[in-house]
């Protein structure tokens, strides 16, 4: 799903993300979803920096229309459970408290709750 699909005049049109949570009102949330190997290694450096980027920009855009939107990063894989990078992933959704949430397909039904999607920003 490329962003100009989800938010006409986006700045970066053509940012791709993996999956968007809405209801008829508004959107929820932009998801980005990734298998993590356990190699480690560039992956476990690079995907931080990267999804960083990716949150500064989706957040910055709804922050400036006034939207609650957030973001999720979806990961898999048995590298995400490998401590440096559950660190990593962790901090930054510290980073952003109530706007960011990390989890693997297995935490989604404790995570990922209607209370914390139709949440105000910081909720």
């Given at each position: ?42 992956q476990e450096d ?21 939207l609650d939107t ?54």
């Amino acid at each position: 799903i490329l962003m100009k699909e989800v938010f006409a005049g986006y700045p970066n049109p053509n940012r791709p993300v993996d999956f968007v949570i809405y209801n008829e009102e508004r959107v929820l949330a932009i998801g980005l979803a990734r298998y993590d190997s356990d190699r480690g290694g560039a992956q476990e450096d690079d995907r931080p920096g990267q999804y960083r980027s990716a949150i500064d920009e989706i957040l910055g855009y709804a922050n400036s229309r006034g939207l609650d939107t957030k973001v999720i990063l979806l990961n898999d894989g048995p590298g995400l459970l490998l401590g440096p990078m559950w660190d990593d992933y962790i901090k930054l959704e510290n980073g952003y408290p109530g706007r960011v949430m990390v989890m693997t397909l297995r935490m989604v039904p404790e995570r990922l709750t209607k209370r914390w999607l139709f949440s105000g920003s910081g909720g």
